[in-house]
């Protein structure tokens, strides 16, 4: 029977839904698939932009490769499970929202896959077995894992109350950096700083374009962000934003000591930030979420360069 719809509208709607039905669905019996698209594991750039910044502190600081490699297996792990976690909070915060956006409308909350109450115990063990991978850290480290709880769940609330809620979200996705440090010299000391600050303006940079794809849907139902407060202004704010990331990590490498190698490394992220810079179209959602997914090879490129530092 004919819709009505053109076949290339329909092709484009689902394009940019909320849910990847395919990977790891797939293996999955059908009771947990619901639980799997409720933490993103279908999608996992989000576990990737969490992850990178503890790899950053890891490639700069960690005292023998030894210790690099599990700590990176661990925060690994602790990514995937606490930004699951996150993405719980998020949706039981905006379940009522999320029902109202295109792009939303079918996660699982939001379609009733998931009732709150199961949501919640899901939560609770995610949390449980985050918890298990930070005792495994330095007390320090500890202590910088359960101070992130608070910016983590009152971040569905930012959208609600300021015009920069990637801002809250750049405190969040950051947090691996001093953690990471912290894990690798049981100590904080001001490099793992300077890769905070760095971090966070990269976070305000890729969330800035990863939020342009709900631009109009976000204003009809009163989510703020960077986006609808910068509109045709984006571009010039992501050249700054980028240029203040690669100013602030050539910073961390001069605090610990890097060989000068780090400095021409960062060169090819620095590439990478103009490339996205000059592609971006706002009006463009698919390019949007090309560039946003783009940022997790400019983080690897990151790591690299600190690498070289250490030769």
């Known amino acids: 029977m004919d819709t009505g719809d053109d076949p290339s509208d329909r092709r484009a709607v689902a394009s940019y839904t909320d849910i990847r039905r395919e990977g790891l669905s797939a293996w999955l019996p059908a009771w947990a698939v619901p639980y799997a698209l409720l933490m993103r594991l279908d999608r996992p750039i989000g576990s990737w932009l969490l992850f990178l910044p503890g790899l950053w502190a890891f490639a700069a600081a960690a005292p023998f490769p030894e210790r690099g490699l599990w700590l990176t297996l661990l925060f690994g792990v602790g990514a ?177 000591g890097l060989h000068p190698l780090f400095a021409a490394g960062l060169i090819l992220p620095a590439l990478h930030f103009s490339w996205q810079v000059r592609r971006l179209d706002i009006h463009d959602p698919g390019l949007c979420l090309r560039l946003f997914r783009s940022n997790r090879d400019a983080g690897l490129l990151i790591a690299l360069a600190l690498l070289l530092g250490r030769l």
Not at 95 to 117: F, I, M, W, Y
Not at 206 to 223: P, S
Not at 240 to 254: E, Y
């Open 80 to 256: 995937v499970v606490m930004r699951g976690a996150g993405c719980v909070v998020n949706d039981l915060w905006d379940r009522d929202l999320d029902r109202k956006v295109e792009r939303t409308r079918g996660r699982p909350l939001a379609s009733g896959a998931v009732l709150p109450r199961q949501a919640l115990a899901f939560l609770a063990g995610l949390l449980l077995l985050g918890l298990l991978i930070l005792l495994q850290l330095p007390p320090v480290a500890i202590g910088l894992g359960v101070a992130s709880l608070l910016p983590v769940a009152l971040y569905p609330l930012a959208k609600r109350v300021t015009n920069w809620p990637q801002a809250v979200l750049g405190v969040v996705f950051t947090w691996a950096a001093p953690m990471g440090w912290a894990a690798a010299t049981g100590a904080l000391e001001a490099p793992a700083l300077a890769l905070w600050a760095a971090g966070f303006a990269w976070t305000l940079a890729y969330d800035t374009i990863y939020a342009h794809q709900d631009r109009e849907d976000d204003a009809l139902v009163g989510i703020r962000s960077s986006a609808l407060t910068l509109g045709e202004r984006t571009r010039p704010f992501l050249g700054a934003a980028f240029a203040a990331c690669i100013l602030l990590l050539a910073a961390a490498g001069f605090l610990a």
